[in-house]
């Protein structure tokens, strides 16, 4: 039986868009690096950086009252009340 | 940076086209981005219908928001990436050489150039419903330089390009000597022999 916090999720989550992050900005610098940042490109990356920022939003809105210290069980073969991982 | 400084433009050097990949052959991966996405929704709603009391609990549905996301974030990189790819496969023709930059992956980019006067054969290539209806298709450049064939897929308008190709080569080739690229020049030009 492990018991974790439920921020461990929100900490997994942050690195995994922190990763994300750094590709979309690795992307965006080959644009920009070959001088092939032109009006197409520029509404293009606009468009998907736009849908990540409404991504980001509707999940901050979406959580806004959870107990995010409260403690999750995970691999509790004993009983049926935990994530059942 | 601009494109000039990127390719080393010469001060006599003029870009006469940027060839991009045709933009019909980036919708196969607009309509994956477009599965991608509907994916956490769809899932969502199954879910919901089959087990209703899953999402009961704020945890798990916490938990659920918290993986959807970081889905439809991973599915919008999968587009960026592939629209970068797809922008960054570029073929600039100038009045001087010609530059295939190929963008084969985020982090493996091949960039080859010849100079037009050692072109010798220009093929246009154009197979398949949709390459004929919407007019692209392969362009293949043999050269008599180091890298010898440039093969590059899904241009548009192929046949156009072919003549504007051979039609710069011909300019080109009043430029240089034509001992070297030829050993039997064509009439009406005259044969100068290399300086020693």
New interface residues.
Partial sequence: MVIVPFYLFLALYAGFLFVCGIFFAINLLHLVHTGTLTTIALLVSALIFGAVALILLGTWQLLPDIGWSEPITLFNFDSGNSLGF | ??????IHQKSYEKIEKLVRRSAITFIPYLLLAAVLIAIPFVLYTFAETLFPNLFMS???N??A??VG??F???A??F???N??TF??D?LIITNDRLLD?E?KT?FARSVSETDLFTIQDVSSDVTGIFASLFNYGNLTIQTAAATEKFLIPNVPDPNGLRHLILDLCEEDRKHHNPYIINPRPVSGHQIVPPAA
Avoid: C, K, N, R
């Fill in positions: 940076m601009h494109l000039a400084e990127f704020p945890i798990t916490a938990l928001i918290l996301s970081g439809l974030v991973a919008l990189l587009l960026y990436t629209f970068v922008y960054l570029l930059i963008q985020l």
